[in-house]
């Protein structure tokens, strides 16, 4: 079955401690993003990549990275959480030349006490 | 950079139809449609691209006007499964993406 897949769904982290969400998927896309969703302000970008060992900035990319070393694999990692990031997280992979047509994973709820 | 939708939030009766707007401040090359059912992912609906050109899905369609830099999605006797949140998406530069706000829609028997 095509999917995006994310991990862990849920997540209640302490300020300062380092984790990682990884994001996996199985179509083969070339393009992945990571958003994140807030109320009232819809889903915003943090990071996306076109392909292995090529990303770049969102509109919100602030204490965020991300790799990709893998084409299946696109983790989003928070060096330094702080309670700012708490959010629902979503990643969404699209083939390069259907980038619109995005799959996105059943998300990620993280809080940062 | 974030499109703008209207309205933000509307309640149906079943068979009613509605209208969700998204403009743009900034020149579009596509515009896409996403609805978001409660506690779900996103899923894509349609595309349409440069040409003023509709599109439908079942009873919900949509146009892009670029020279206005708008685009509208048409929901005609709506069902309760039509409910959830519905995202306009744009691609305005490059690779990056941005999506309006949302609109919530609540279709009632």
């Known amino acids: 079955e095509a999917q995006v897949t994310q991990n862990p769904r849920y997540l209640i982290t302490v300020t300062g401690k380092k984790l990682t969400v990884t994001c996996s998927q199985n179509?083969?896309?070339?393009?992945m993003s990571w958003y994140r969703q807030d109320p009232g302000l819809g889903l915003r970008q943090i990071y996306y990549?076109?392909?292995?060992?090529?990303?770049d900035k969102g509109d919100v990319p602030e204490g965020y990275k991300v790799s990709r070393k893998e084409k299946r694999n696109f983790p989003l990692i928070l060096e330094s959480p702080s309670p700012n990031q708490t959010s629902l997280y979503f990643c969404?992979?699209?083939?390069?030349?259907?980038?619109?047509?995005?799959?996105f994973g059943a998300g990620t709820r993280l809080s940062v006490l | 950079q974030q499109p703008v939708q209207s309205p933000q939030a509307v309640i149906l009766r079943e068979g009613e139809d509605a209208v969700i707007n998204c403009s743009s401040s900034?020149?579009?090359?596509?515009v896409h449609w996403y609805r978001q059912k409660h506690g779900e992912a996103p899923v894509f609906l349609m595309i349409?691209?440069?040409?003023?050109e509709q599109k439908g899905h079942e009873k919900i369609s949509a146009s892009f006007n670029e020279k206005k830099q708008q685009s509208s999605l048409y929901l005609t006797a709506s069902q309760l499964s039509y409910s959830g949140t519905y995202f306009c998406?744009?691609?305005?530069?490059?690779?990056?993406?941005?999506f309006g706000t949302g609109t919530s829609l609540t279709v009632i028997p």
């Open positions: 969404a992979s699209s083939p390069r030349l259907a980038k619109n047509i995005q799959y």
């Open positions: 179509m083969n896309h070339e393009y």
């Open positions: 990549s076109m392909n292995v060992e090529v990303t």
């Open positions: 900034k020149a579009l090359y596509s």
């Open positions: 349409l691209l440069k040409g003023g």
């Open positions: 998406g744009t691609e305005i530069s490059g690779n990056q993406f941005y």
